[in-house]
């Protein structure tokens, strides 16, 4: 569980770099991965 909170920041710190456009789509994916996996 600690791994996959570890790759969670790390993929919103990504976001911080990715343009404005781009990061509301991705961030959107990221929370339906973690809605996904949260049902698991």
């Known amino acids: ?13 990504v976001n911080n770099n990715v ?7 991705i961030v959107n994916q990221i929370k339906k991965q973690w809605v996904d996996f949260s049902n698991k």
């Open 19 to 25: 343009i404005a456009g781009d990061k509301e789509d």
């Open 1 to 13: 569980m600690k791994k996959v909170l570890i790759t969670f920041v790390a993929l919103l710190l």
